[in-house]
């Protein structure tokens, strides 16, 4: 909705590069411009923003433009689009992408990534492709800030689209094209934490580890707890005042309808819920500070995308939640990818001081597991080291760990 | 009125989605027999016209996952007497049912009694989706009138004022007093919310055919809230229908 009292631009000649089109049908509209379909072009559509908003978003998009995170669900701006008479600014020009049917990440995940009617590695990936777009949003020196789940739309595939990209934090060398929106649902306690692309990265963290927490655990908030000490009303409140309830924090329990610990521990590997716990324990959920420790730092798009591709499709059997299998993969050739993610923080060493002190004693760490696939899994991944299991009582380490790392704050 | 059970539907809920309690407090005084030329051209009675406009506040929910799943209406007539058409409810009741209750008009216009009654009906759901552990958005109260109340001032006008202090005051609603029509008594609406904080509250005067519109921002809002945009003030909400 939203006041489309711009008029219409259906019919107008424009300028593209150079070559003149003309703006053909409005498919869409919102609160800064509009879509229009191309003229005798199908695979394009122009996003033509109201006359005040303009001069606003000329630099910015010119600058998107110049630095284009060149992945192809990402729908980012790819030429300016002039008036042809005045050659006036008027929006750019994008990737069509017929996107009718699909769905926002949120309902998406209510609907379609429920625990019972979903494979492990269908909700994984879906993560996972999330977690490369934001890598390869950081990587190009941006960041989203607003991570509504409205701009992340999945179709009947599967597949991820990010749209609405000019609502981003853009840099262009050393100039920064900030965006004041986020969305609360997602936000970390500090918002947006300020207007440097670094504060926005972090908050990017944190946004997307709720949106992985999301699409792995059937739509449920991470802060959304009960108990004695649980915060009623609304979420930003819940948010803001709830402990993270799937570990050992007092008086914060996951709600009833939400997946108990022992699932969440189940379905989780533990990889992944080292990275949750680094997310969303106070620690994590806190903004960092300059020097804090590494390993209480959000963990980054990169590390995701390595948790997420490694797990086992045993059919979320229970034994699989045993927190004696797990996959391990400090092999630095990834590391340094990782590393390479941010200039900023050096994140070398999270995943191996993380797993020697959390994981003592359980992951046997191979290198080179080149003979694990002949053990009990069939993953591609040749990272996947098989472990003793440890059946017995297997909730204790976990535990004892995280009332270490309470003890520390 | 539908309470079949004390829960207010709230055990069937998506807990993933919070609660956006949406409370509607209808004028349905005789005065909304009256006819007036619809967006359409035609003249049709006002009441006729509300009725489309819930029509329209429920097909616009529908067409939204979360505002569906989040949205809890409460209907709450003052014609004649104060009826609770319906206690909240989940919207997608509605939507996925026989949709709103059809409104006759008739009598004085009670409008005082509605208010306090409403917004006491609000504090018990409230509680009820605490103690459900779910996630709820301020509440969206509007209060729609195409008159003056009977009472003006006594103790029946004091309580309606108070009531809306108190849940504006702490955060509780956002609250809405819109006239529509020329005889509407703006001023008597402003008087009604001149003791609460100013974010919290907006009132303002509609044309006579303007039902649509009115139902219209409140599903956009309802909509609006229910994805948690952050609006931090009432007239965030309906700034951009009174310019229109």
Redesign the interface.
């Given at each position: 909705?939203?006041?489309s009292?711009e008029g219409t631009h259906t019919g107008m000649d424009v300028s593209v590069e150079g070559t003149t089109l003309t703006v053909s049908d409005k498919i869409d509209s919102g609160n800064e411009g509009a879509i229009y379909k191309i003229k005798n072009t199908e695979d394009e559509v122009f996003k033509i923003f109201n006359d005040k908003k303009r001069s606003d978003k000329k630099r910015k998009i010119t600058a998107m433009i110049a630095n284009d995170p060149n992945h192809p669900a990402i729908i980012w701006p790819q030429a300016v689009v002039k008036d042809a008479n005045t050659g006036a600014f008027l929006g750019y020009q994008m990737k069509y992408k017929d996107l009718d049917t699909a769905?926002?990440a949120?309902?998406y995940t209510?609907?379609q990534l429920s625990w019972d009617s979903t494979e492990k590695s269908h909700r994984y990936t879906v993560a996972k492709n999330l977690a490369i777009m934001v890598s390869a949003i950081h990587n190009e020196g941006h960041a989203i800030g607003d991570f509504?789940h409205?701009n992340i739309l999945i179709d009947n595939n599967g597949q991820i689209t990010l749209i609405d990209c000019d609502g981003f934090h853009i840099t262009d060398g050393d100039i920064e094209f900030p965006d004041d929106t986020y969305?609360?649902?997602y936000a970390p306690p500090e918002g947006r934490g300020g207007n440097t692309i670094s504060n926005v990265k972090e908050a990017d963290r944190f946004c997307l580890g709720v949106h992985i927490f999301?699409f792995l655990m059937?739509?449920?908030?991470p802060y959304?707890?009960?108990g004695p000490n649980?915060e009623?009303?609304?979420?930003?409140d819940?948010l803001k005042n709830n402990k993270f309830p799937y570990v050992d924090y007092e008086g914060y329990n996951p709600?009833?309808?939400?997946p108990s610990v022992d699932d969440y521990e189940k379905k989780m590997t533990d990889e992944i819920q080292s990275l949750f716990r680094r997310c969303f324990t106070e620690s994590g959920k806190h903004k960092a500070t300059e020097n804090i420790a590494t390993e209480t730092n959000r963990p980054n798009p990169k590390e995701w995308e390595e948790a997420l591709s490694n797990f086992r499709e045993t059919g979320d059997s229970p034994e699989e939640g045993t927190s004696g299998v797990k996959v391990v993969t400090p092999n630095s050739g990834s590391q340094d990818e990782s590393s390479g993610e941010e200039s900023e923080v050096s994140i070398v060493t999270p995943e191996s001081a993380g797993n020697t002190k959390e994981d003592a004693g359980i992951d046997v760490v191979t290198p080179n597991s080149s003979g694990a696939n002949s053990q009990e899994q069939e993953d591609d991944e040749d990272e996947i080291t098989p472990v003793m299991p440890e059946d017995d009582d297997d909730e204790n380490k976990p535990m004892s760990t995280e009332n270490k790392e309470d003890n520390k704050n | 009125m539908s309470s079949d059970n004390s829960d207010y539907g709230l055990g069937q809920v998506r807990a993933q989605v919070k609660r956006v309690p949406n409370l509607f407090l209808l004028d349905t005084s005789g005065s909304m027999k009256k006819e007036t030329e619809d967006p359409d051209g035609n003249d049709r009675k006002k009441i006729e016209q509300l009725n489309d406009g819930l029509e329209l506040f429920n097909d616009e929910i529908g067409n939204d996952f979360e505002a569906k799943e989040g949205v809890d209406v409460s209907v709450v007539t003052f014609g004649g007497g104060v009826e609770v058409e319906q206690d909240f409810r989940p919207i997608k009741e509605w939507v996925e049912g026989s949709g709103p209750p059809k409104l006759s008009a008739s009598g004085r216009t009670p409008m005082s009694e509605a208010i306090t009654e409403g917004l006491e009906n609000l504090k018990n759901y409230k509680e009820s989706v605490d103690n459900n552990n779910l996630g709820r958005h301020r509440a969206l109260v509007w209060l729609l009138t195409d008159g003056r109340p009977d009472n003006t001032n006594g103790d029946k006008w004091d309580a309606a004022q108070q009531s809306i202090e108190a849940f504006t005051q702490n955060d509780s609603i956002f609250f809405w007093a819109v006239g529509i029509g020329e005889e509407a008594d703006t001023q008597t609406l402003s008087n009604l919310v001149a003791g609460c904080p100013d974010d919290a509250t907006d009132v303002f005067n509609m044309e006579p055919n303007k039902f649509n519109e009115f139902f219209k921002l409140a599903s956009a809002s309802a909509t609006g809230a229910s994805k948690g945009e952050g609006e931090e003030s009432a007239s965030d909400y309906s700034q951009e229908y009174k310019e229109e």
């Open positions: 909705m939203g006041s009292n769905q926002n949120f309902e209510m609907t509504n409205d969305y609360p649902r999301q059937e739509g449920f908030h959304h707890a009960k649980a009623n009303g609304n979420m930003e819940k709600i009833d309808s939400a | -």
